[in-house]
């Protein structure tokens, strides 16, 4: 209508279809805008999209898990499915003498055997020999995920032997936690550990803090599973890796760090603050295995070797060289401390397997996949191959790109 005293025009215009669409297409380009810097912002941040799931990693056909009870060994293996019902499947075994174990993986339904020798020895701390070096950490839980690694670098065939003869396969912590196939990664290592000893080759496992963490009791980052399988075996989740457990009591004989031909290993770092103590790697190994059964916690009056079990200084926690202003020179300073040229470290992302300080620090944890979901974007595993003085990255299809 009109103000005729005024002349003024204040007749209502609706709004066009046209000019409603053209203010919607506004808004979804700038939502779309946001959403773009958003998902960039998280997948620099290492941020991915879990979608799917494989529930078989979560059915039956889990273990075995061997306890000690009384004079004798038990290996105890789930059965079936929440639907019909569990039941656990018991053998005993003489305390003292080697026994035979199948190791189920219900992610494909698969078995391996696996000749389980209840001897727990101390590995050493340094070793010589020039022979070629595979390193790979944090495979968490994955075992599809580590069994297809290891047969593409020719470090196993199909059937799951060792065929990489006297070479060094380095497993440098965090096999355990966050993914459903635990149980069964830890008796592959098991079996391979017997294996390349018995070709003149080695399997190093160097435990990170989760190994730690469960032998301590820590299972917080434990797949959900795990929960239900301790309930079924009538058991805590901590007894799982505990000291009646024959894995437990074979993780807890391990080491935290060690050296090959002059190249350190550790899941974590060194701090520079090592260099102001007196310890040798022998005694840092002792002092650390001496409290894989004791949780830390802060203290007001902390032991000195509290240092090396502090999540932020101790070896298998450490951070520094991608968190801290750490300078060439202290790097440089800390190996040479303890005898060594490099240090080979996981427990820090890295979007891939890359070298810093001069490459004297080579990073190799990546995001492996996931066994039973898929990821956004892709994931692909990583590790290091070491020989003649030189360095590789190999990918999850065993080829090499030098670093």
């Known amino acids: 209508m009109s103000d005729l005293r005024s002349g003024v025009d204040v007749t209502k215009k609706e709004p066009t279809v046209r000019s409603v669409l053209a203010c919607a297409g506004r808004c979804l380009i700038f939502l779309l805008f946001v959403a773009i810097l958003a998902i960039g912002f998280g997948l620099w941040q290492g941020a991915?999209?879990?979608?799917?799931?494989?529930?078989?990693?979560?059915?039956?056909?889990?273990?075995?898990?061997?306890?000690?009870?009384?004079?004798?060994?038990?290996?105890?293996?789930l059965h079936g499915d929440g639907e019909q019902g569990f039941r656990v499947e018991e053998r005993r075994h003489a305390l003292a003498e080697p026994f035979r174990v199948q190791v189920s993986v219900p992610l494909d339904g698969t078995r391996f055997a696996v000749e389980a020798t209840p001897l727990f020895l101390t590995p050493p701390t340094q070793y010589r020999g020039g022979q070629a070096i595979l390193a790979v950490s944090d495979i968490e839980g994955n075992y599809r995920t580590f069994r297809d690694f290891l047969i593409n670098a020719k470090v196993i065939d199909s059937d799951l032997n060792w065929t990489f003869g006297d070479g060094r396969l380095v497993l440098l912590g965090d096999f355990v936690d966050r993914g459903a196939s635990v149980t069964p990664v830890l008796w592959l290592i098991y079996k391979l550990e017997q294996e390349a000893a018995a070709s003149g080759g080695r399997v190093h496992y160097i435990l990170g803090n989760h190994e730690i963490k469960n032998l301590q009791g820590n299972f917080q980052s434990n797949h959900d599973k795990y929960s239900s399988v301790a309930a079924i075996l009538g058991r805590r989740q901590s007894d799982l890796l505990g000291e009646e457990a024959f894995l437990g009591r074979w993780l807890a004989s391990k080491n935290t760090v060690e050296v090959i031909d002059g190249i350190l290993f550790v899941h974590g770092g060194l701090h520079p603050g090592l260099m102001e103590q007196s310890w040798s790697l022998e005694d840092m190994n002792r002092i650390v295995r001496d409290r894989y059964r004791r949780a830390w916690y802060p203290k007001q009056q902390a032991d000195q070797q509290d240092f090396l079990i502090d999540p932020r200084t101790g070896p298998s926690w450490y951070r520094g060289y991608f968190k801290d202003r750490l300078t060439q020179d202290q790097v440089d300073r800390t190996l040479a401390h303890f005898g060594a040229t490099s240090v080979v470290v996981g427990h820090t992302l890295n979007w891939r397997v890359r070298t810093l300080f001069d490459g004297k620090v080579i990073a190799i944890d990546v995001k492996h996949p996931v066994d039973d979901s898929f990821t956004l974007p892709p994931r692909r595993s990583e590790g290091?191959?070491?020989?003649?003085?030189?360095?590789?990255?190999v990918r999850d299809d065993g080829s090499r790109a030098a670093l």
Do not use: C, I, M
């Open 48 to 77: 991915d999209f879990y979608y799917g799931q494989n529930d078989a990693a979560k059915s039956g056909g889990e273990g075995p898990h061997v306890f000690q009870r009384g004079d004798h060994w038990v290996s105890q293996t």
């Open 384 to 393: 290091v191959w070491l020989e003649g003085g030189k360095a590789w990255r």
